[in-house]
């Protein structure tokens, strides 16, 4: 077994003015903020996708402006999350997936299925909604990650099914959301989301030392003893893991340089 898994961080989108000068050189064109931003970063998880249905050859061209090694993480769209009644989203399901995705090829990471603030666990209807994931998609090996932002799926009923299904469940470091920080999948999906503009690495010093100490011990394929458990009880397999880190959201202007300080700090 190796003796840890790959660890990636990475910003939401490439597409963001107030990096024009800051994060992206000023001379630099827009059409090739992409192949810029993905030079700098290993991971970049695209918001796009959640609004709007993209093309094949979108995908194509994305593929073909980042090196190897790079990869996208994909917000499933709206269609499906958004749905009172997850069960019934297979026809959504089918059309985003089928919209291109493999496209990508190898530089497709993990699909991030986000949930509104508003949307409880139901085990029938979650559990159901579950079995509409594949682990495959023409071939190419799928992993979905679940962003659930409502305290009822802080609970060990949710993460048995995260674990039958072999879904990561989000961590989300946020002022308002439920963290849960259970190991389910056989990768790790993080979003910081408590930067600030005022810092020039997003998260000060000692933050970005604790979190590379933590990011490490995911990718070890153990749990950080100082994040919040909610089944506790269960340990998850000893095996090592990929992980992927977005910082995002607060602190957006700074979100590059924290991925790039947090990468560096991996190195050393």
Known sequence: M???????????????????????????KQKDELRFAAGE?????????????????????????????????????RYVTNRRVLAEAGESVAKFL????TELGDHLGPLLWQFAPTKRFDPDDFGAFLELLPDKLEGLPLRHALEVRNATF????????????NCAIVYA???????????????????????SD???????EDALNEWADRVTVWAKGEQPDDLPLSDPDTKPKKQARDVFVYFIHEGKVNAPNGARSLAAKLKT
């Not at 898994?5 to 989108?13: C, D, F, Q």
């Not at 918001?47 to 990869?71: I, L």
Request: hydrophobic share 35%; charged share 20%.
């Open 2 to 28: 190796a003796r840890q898994g790959m660890i990636r961080t990475g910003i939401g989108g490439w597409t963001f003015e107030p990096w024009r000068g800051t994060f992206f050189p000023d001379d630099l």
């Open 173 to 195: 470091h946020h002022n308002e959301y439920p963290e849960i920080a259970d190991v389910t999948a056989d990768f790790v999906y993080a979003r910081l989301q408590r930067g």
């Open 98 to 101: 089928g919209s291109g995705l």
């Open 198 to 204: 005022d810092i020039e690495t997003c998260y000060p």
């Open 41 to 77: 970063l290993a991971t970049i998880e695209v918001n796009g996708t959640y609004y709007s249905t993209q093309k094949p050859a979108t995908f194509a061209k994305w593929a073909s402006e980042v090196p190897d090694g790079f990869v996208f993480s994909l917000k499933a769209t």
């Open 154 to 165: 802080a609970c060990a009923e949710f993460l048995s099914l995260a674990r039958k299904h």
